[in-house]
């Protein structure tokens, strides 16, 4: 998630009192005050995708937020933004690896309603997987969550292409540090490119969207993160299409691009 400081920093340069800011952050990422940390925000965690289980959903939703909100007696409008602006930077971050800085940087506006179309994609799914037959309980709540999160995208693209700019900046020094200059360059590219690439690829050679990455078969955006696994921990990669006809081995990211351009390239 990014720090403090970013959320600090843009909720106050939207107008959000400091005190909101700072309480809303503690309400959603420490698990002592709504029992998770995420609340709201960890709709399809590990746990969730993995296990049909209706507790776990309850704990983590949208819906479980709110109730929370309500019994710290916040439920009201100024609380209720700050909330948005928290998860649409959450967003931002978590997506940033796929969107890649250098993109995000260059067309924040876009970025920016992607993560709001990502978070409700994200809601609604797990409303129909959990709450089915109670949907009319959980529906208000993500609408009204998207509409706010869509309304500060709409009044304050200035500032928010700012604080993407914060996040991307943020994640470029944890990349620098953790990984060195090949982290960092995935860190820019964005991972989603390799996907966007990969599809390519499959669409021109008229197969499935199936992957086998080092011999084992997976969907190509599985594929593709497997792919950016093993290369940023320095491993070599081959790739082979579903119906063997194209084999791509590749020990860095450029390398990896190269060879795909130049396989979309021809004729």
Request: a negative charge; glycine letters at 8%; hydrophobic letters at 40%.
């Amino acid at each position: 998630m990014p720090s403090h400081d970013v959320h600090r920093i843009c909720g106050s340069s939207i107008g959000l009192p400091n005190h909101v800011i700072g309480f809303i952050d503690k309400l959603i990422d420490d698990e002592r005050r709504c029992g998770v940390h995420d609340i709201g925000l960890e709709v399809l965690s590990v746990m969730l995708s993995k296990r049909l289980n209706i507790g776990v959903a309850l704990d983590h939703g949208l819906s479980a937020f709110m109730e929370c909100l309500k019994d710290y007696g916040a439920l009201d409008e100024i609380h209720l933004n700050a909330a948005a602006l928290h998860f649409l930077l959450d967003c931002v971050d978590r997506n940033m690896p796929y969107f890649g800085t250098q993109r995000a940087r260059e067309e924040p506006e876009a970025f920016l309603y992607y993560c709001a179309e990502k978070l409700e994609e994200k809601w609604r799914t797990q409303m129909y997987r959990y709450f089915y037959f109670n949907a009319e309980m959980v529906e208000p709540y993500i609408e009204d969550m998207v509409r706010r999160i869509r309304s500060l995208i709409e009044k304050h693209k200035g500032v928010l292409a700012e604080c993407v700019d914060m996040v991307a900046y943020e994640r470029g020094v944890k990349a620098r540090i953790g990984g060195g200059v090949e982290a960092l360059k995935w860190v820019e590219r964005g991972w989603g490119s390799i996907v966007e690439m990969l599809k390519q690829l499959c669409v021109k050679r008229n197969v499935k969207q199936v992957l086998y990455v080092n011999w084992q078969p997976l969907p190509v955006v599985a594929a593709a993160r497997k792919v950016e696994s093993l290369l940023r921990k320095g491993e070599t990669v081959t790739i082979m299409t579903e119906d063997g006809g194209v084999v791509i081995t590749a020990g860095s990211l450029e390398e990896l691009r190269n060879k795909i351009t130049q396989l979309l390239d021809k004729g």
